[in-house]
């Protein structure tokens, strides 16, 4: 499930690229909500905000390296038990592969989602950058608040475990220092029943 949702994603990033690539030129615009929102087709051959502009090169080998990463951790998905931590996964490794494909194919990533937010001209991104910041706040959310939690519950459990063991442990030794006390009265109940009869015997032929 996890590889479809993948694979969807980045079809749906690359083919909205597509689509802003063949209807608008470089550096056009155009105004959905006027002075808020337009769709905007701009090449950016950068980071996020426009940063490392240039450096196609080394952004590829780090995105090979995130990609890398989170494939890795691919392995431990499980949208039953780890929700939060499986859906950052599909989010980030989409993401990755969305704009690796526009960097490795046109050497530039193609952003086309432009907003003005009180004033502010907030950088020009796209869908694959949404799953990016969405999928890396979902990881740190399971790092810091989930996967903590479940390791220290993890910890307790075995805690609680151990203590149970050794108590029962604790149990039947103590049991069988009963048992083996109760022998021994049992012998010594016996041996004197025993030398009571004997006595009476010589005392009843006398």
Same mark, same amino acid.
């Given at each position: 499930?996890?590889?479809?949702?993948?694979?969807?994603?980045?079809? &749906?990033?690359?083919? @909205?690229?597509?689509?802003?690539?063949?209807?608008?030129?470089?550096?056009?615009?155009?105004?959905? %909500?006027?002075?808020?929102?337009?769709?905007?087709?701009?090449?950016?051959?950068?980071? =996020?905000?426009?940063? *490392?502009?240039?450096?196609?090169?080394?952004?590829? &080998?780090?995105?090979?390296?995130?990609?890398? #990463?989170?494939? #890795?951790? #691919?392995?431990?998905? /499980?949208?039953?038990?780890?929700?939060?931590?499986?859906?950052?996964? @599909?989010? @980030?490794?989409?993401?990755?592969?969305?704009?690796? %494909?526009?960097?490795? *194919?046109?050497?530039?990533?193609?952003?086309?989602? $432009?907003?003005?937010?009180?004033? #502010?001209?907030?950088?020009?991104?796209?869908?694959? $950058?949404?799953?990016? @910041?969405?999928? *890396?706040?979902?990881?740190?959310?399971?790092? &810091?608040? &989930?996967?903590?939690?479940?390791?220290? =519950?993890?910890?307790?459990?075995?805690?609680?475990?151990?203590?149970?063991?050794?108590?029962?442990?604790?149990?039947?030794?103590?049991?069988? /220092?009963?048992?083996?006390?109760?022998?021994?009265?049992? /012998? $010594?109940?016996?041996?004197? $029943?025993? /030398?009571?009869?004997?006595? *009476?015997?010589?005392?009843? %032929?006398?």
């Amino acid at each position: 499930m996890g590889i479809i949702f993948i694979i969807l994603g980045i079809l &749906i990033d690359q083919l @909205v690229k597509v689509i802003i690539r063949v209807n608008i030129s470089v550096g056009d615009h155009i105004s959905v %909500i006027k002075g808020f929102f337009n769709i905007a087709h701009v090449e950016n051959t950068g980071a =996020a905000w426009g940063g *490392f502009s240039g450096f196609t090169v080394i952004l590829i &080998i780090v995105s090979l390296i995130i990609l890398g #990463y989170f494939i #890795y951790l #691919y392995k431990n998905i /499980d949208f039953k038990k780890k929700i939060v931590f499986s859906i950052s996964l @599909v989010l @980030v490794i989409g993401g990755t592969i969305g704009n690796l %494909i526009d960097r490795l *194919f046109f050497r530039s990533v193609t952003d086309f989602l $432009d907003f003005n937010i009180f004033g #502010y001209d907030f950088p020009v991104f796209n869908i694959a $950058d949404i799953l990016l @910041v969405v999928g *890396f706040f979902l990881f740190l959310v399971d790092m &810091i608040f &989930i996967s903590d939690n479940d390791t220290k =519950a993890k910890e307790n459990k075995e805690v609680i475990t151990e203590t149970k063991e050794e108590f029962k442990e604790e149990t039947i030794e103590e049991n069988n /220092d009963v048992e083996v006390s109760n022998d021994e009265m049992s /012998d $010594d109940c016996e041996g004197t $029943d025993r /030398d009571s009869s004997i006595w *009476f015997r010589k005392w009843k %032929i006398r």
